[in-house]
């Protein structure tokens, strides 16, 4: 489960308020590009699949089969409505899962995907640091034994420039510090990969922001939608205090007028994106475990 933000709360009834499932496109076409059956012939396990949102998108396209895990009963609950209002009952899945461990056969499927986890299944220390990234790759190592030979692994994430970019971030420091701190550079992602078995095979920034443009770019948000305040991880896991804190914050420079100069000046996803998309192909001489 995630050892930060509890998603059996606010942080799950209000997840889709302005979480959108940008990327997908980019997802897609790594699983097209690199998936050892046709797109339309693809099962695909999702790893904390959280709403489903970017499993809507996936199945819209024509993949064949997503099997949606979490270990969030509430996430799990309104990914299972949203599929079946989608039409899609024949072509999903649900399971619990507590990462790293998934409980499937090795070789099942063509694909997996993990999007937005990773800094979930890490512990920081005493000092906030992480020590100890093999959390990530044990997962990522589940993924490459679940996996067919040739099976492809997409892997969305953001590092600590984008998620401590967004300039709501700054609304809440202390958080954001604690946030960022379990997020892993470009190049860790890449190096747990390798590490357990996959060969890395391509890298795309996410330039749409994943609470759309015009959300992210709206400085008045917070005054016009109270369920703003969980719309990531950052703010979710915020402390009440904290969050209390921001609020005041937010209510302060609004009536100076000066919520849109705090965001202008604490802007840094123009220059970041707010996430990157990996994805890693299991060899097809590669045997589970391996
Ligand atoms: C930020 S949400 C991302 C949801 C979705 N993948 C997306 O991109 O919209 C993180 C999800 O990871 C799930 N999660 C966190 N730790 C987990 C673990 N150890 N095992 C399974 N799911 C986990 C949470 O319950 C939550 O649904």
Not at 45 to 50: E, W
Not at 81 to 101: T, Y
Not at 243 to 249: I, T
Request: net charge negative.
């Amino acid at each position: 489960m995630s050892t930060f933000t509890n998603y059996d709360s606010s942080a799950a009834s209000d997840y889709d308020v302005a979480r959108l499932p940008i990327g997908a496109d980019i997802m897609e076409k790594f699983i097209r590009k690199n998936s050892p059956a046709g797109y339309e012939q693809t099962n695909l396990v999702d790893f904390g699949t959280g709403t489903g949102s970017y499993i809507v998108e996936l199945l819209k396209s024509g993949l064949k089969y997503a099997m949606c895990t979490d270990f969030s009963q509430i996430m799990l609950d309104k990914c299972e409505a949203k599929l079946s209002a989608g039409g899609f009952d024949e072509r999903f899945g649900i399971k619990k899962v507590c990462l790293p461990d998934s409980g499937f056969k090795n070789d099942e499927f063509e694909a997996a995907k993990c999007s937005m986890v990773i800094h979930h299944l890490v512990k920081t220390n005493e000092n906030g640091v992480v020590d100890d990234w093999s959390p990530i790759g044990n997962a990522f190592s589940e993924a490459f034994r679940i996996l067919k030979p040739g099976g492809v692994f997409v892997v969305a994430f953001s590092t600590p420039e984008q998620r401590g970019g967004n300039w709501y971030a700054h609304l809440v420091p202390a958080t954001r510090a604690r946030t960022i701190a379990r997020c892993p550079s470009k190049e860790k992602v890449r190096e747990l990969l390798q590490g357990a078995g996959f060969e890395v095979t391509d890298e795309e920034v996410m330039t749409n922001h994943y609470c759309s443009n015009e959300t992210y770019y709206d400085h008045e948000i917070f005054c016009k939608n109270q369920r703003a305040w969980f719309m990531d991880s950052v703010l979710s896991s915020a402390t009440e205090e904290e969050r209390e804190a921001a609020k005041a914050k937010v209510k302060e420079f609004a009536e100076k007028n000066e919520l849109k100069k705090f965001l202008e000046e604490h802007d840094d996803f123009k220059n970041f994106g707010c996430g990157t998309i990996i994805a890693g192909v299991k060899g097809l001489s590669a045997t589970a475990g391996q």
